[in-house]
């Protein structure tokens, strides 16, 4: 991908007014946090054809073939009080099912806290990061990786990931979805730095492959199970687990019944 292709993309107005590219780098959240503590402008993008140390949530590593996906990560500056930076993951994951359906068609789904799906594969991931100065969000860098054109993934991920290749059968330009997840991130995250929440909720649950449904939630090998209820206000997720309602704020969910 080059400048000139991504700029012809672009239908921002902030996000992406400055792009750095990069055939090689560590993680593109580590450089966007180096260079949001130098101060860069809110939108700057930072692209990576490759990750030698891409990384998710819990340290987990983020496998993606050289130049066939999209591993990027934009700076962002929020108005958000301190207690709404989960609403940051739940703005880029809407933005990604929302894209992903704009380029091809096919309907992507939203599963808590950071992951969209297509056909029950997960094809992207969102790691969100912040920087906090006296207890406010100085800068927040949403870290995206959207598996687009990767044919073959290593064996212990061939049940739980896909691209949109391999579930298309198209390859795509991967400018255009880079194109549609910058518009659509615009769009949701100028609604909640407006303060409109309900909107993006009210979307990403039509979209959830979760809600209302019997869930385990595994948080580093504490399970609990109950019924996935909503997200709330801070992007924790709603769980009604014995009769009770509680707010969780990590773990990894698996659907156990409809
Ligand atoms: C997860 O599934 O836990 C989140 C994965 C996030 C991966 C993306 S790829 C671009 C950016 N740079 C990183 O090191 N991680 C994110």
Partial sequence: MNENEIRSR???????????????????????????LENAPEG???VAEEQTAGHGRFERLWCSEKG???????????KLPRNRIGMLSIAAGLAVAKAITETTGRRAETKWPNDVLLNHKKVCGVLSESIIRDEN?????????????????PQELTDS?????????????????????????EYWYNRINSGIFDEMLEEWHGLSMMMGKTITLDQQGKLITGVARR????????????GKEMKI??????????
Avoid: C
């Fill in 68 to 78: 066939r996906n999209l591993t990027f990560s934009v700076i962002l500056k929020p």
């Fill in 44 to 46: 700057t993008v930072v």
């Fill in 249 to 258: 704020l990590s773990g990894d969910v698996t659907v156990i019944r409809d």
């Fill in 10 to 36: 672009l239908t921002t107005k902030v996000l992406g007014q400055k792009v750095h590219i990069y055939e090689t780098l560590d993680s593109t959240n580590t450089r966007a946090k180096m260079l949001a």
């Fill in 137 to 153: 969000i100085a800068a927040a860098v949403v870290g995206i990786g959207v598996n687009v054109n990767q044919l073959v993934f």
């Fill in 231 to 242: 997200i709330a206000g801070d992007g924790g997720l709603i769980l009604q687990s014995d």
């Fill in 161 to 185: 990931a896909t691209s949109l290749l391999l579930e298309t059968g198209r390859s795509l330009d991967r400018t255009q979805v880079f194109g549609n997840v910058l518009g659509q991130l």
